[in-house]
């Protein structure tokens, strides 16, 4: 079975500062993993993902998250957070054979401190 | 390139009663997917559907929820009769295929509130 942990419900930054948002899987075999981020009444949108490959992965908007198999562990940063980064972060996972559901975290809402 | 479509935006029903969302996905994308986002949660898969046969229902309560993608393009998810614990955002989304690598693209959703 698959599961995503998403380590804080909410995070705040200073604009300028570092965005870190914690995400582990728990999964039997390495799963494919993503980063969407919701704004306000909108759906989701995909900001990055890692399928194979390089284990640094960049997205949109200057996101970028790095797969650590030792450590199970997809996490997001961006160097200098922007007041548009304010949103909700959901984590998931969707395994790479069979079925390709979508296994969400609980998300994250980053708010950015001007 | 015109995004996943949904209506309503919003509903408001009491409980017992039925409820009906649309979606209408992306030209061309053959998997079509319903979520529900309840407050908090990430969003939790209902149904899947490739084309117009279902690849995944094992989450839909099929007591009281029903989907159906008829011609293989656009769908419906009903609820009936509808629970206070349905109270939720019902998101749908499309990919042009059903592997993991393509991407879902999401719509706006419905917020169901049930009184």
């Known amino acids: 079975a698959q599961s995503v942990t998403q380590l804080g419900s909410h995070v705040s930054v200073s604009e300028g500062a570092l965005v870190l948002l914690r995400c582990n899987y728990s999964?039997?075999?390495?799963?494919?993993l993503f980063w969407y981020v919701q704004y306000p009444n909108q759906g989701l949108q995909l900001l990055l993902k890692?399928?194979?490959?390089?284990?640094l992965v960049k997205g949109i908007n200057g996101f970028e998250a790095e797969f650590k198999k030792s450590e199970t562990s997809f996490h997001l940063t961006k160097p200098s957070a922007h007041m548009s980064d304010a949103a909700e972060y959901f984590c998931?996972?969707?395994?790479?054979?069979?079925?390709?559901?979508?296994?969400f975290g609980t998300g994250t809402r980053l708010t950015v401190i001007p | 390139e015109a995004g996943v479509a949904q209506s309503p935006r919003y509903k408001i029903i009491e409980k017992r009663q039925s409820v009906a969302f649309w979606c209408n996905p992306i030209s061309g994308h053959a998997t079509l997917y319903w979520y529900q986002q309840i407050l908090g949660q990430g969003p939790k898969l209902l149904i899947q559907?490739?084309?117009?046969?279902?690849?995944?229902d094992s989450q839909l309560p099929k007591d009281r929820f029903s989907a159906e993608r008829l011609k293989g393009v656009d769908s419906t998810l009903k609820i009936q009769p509808a629970k206070l614990e349905d109270s939720a955002v019902y998101l749908c989304a499309s990919s042009l295929g059903g592997t993991s690598v393509n991407e879902q693209f999401f719509g706006p959703g419905t917020r169901l509130t049930v009184l």
């Open positions: 559907f490739q084309n117009n046969g279902v690849v995944d």
């Open positions: 890692y399928t194979t490959g390089a284990t």
């Open positions: 999964s039997s075999v390495p799963p494919y």
């Open positions: 998931a996972v969707s395994q790479r054979t069979g079925a390709n559901n979508l296994f």
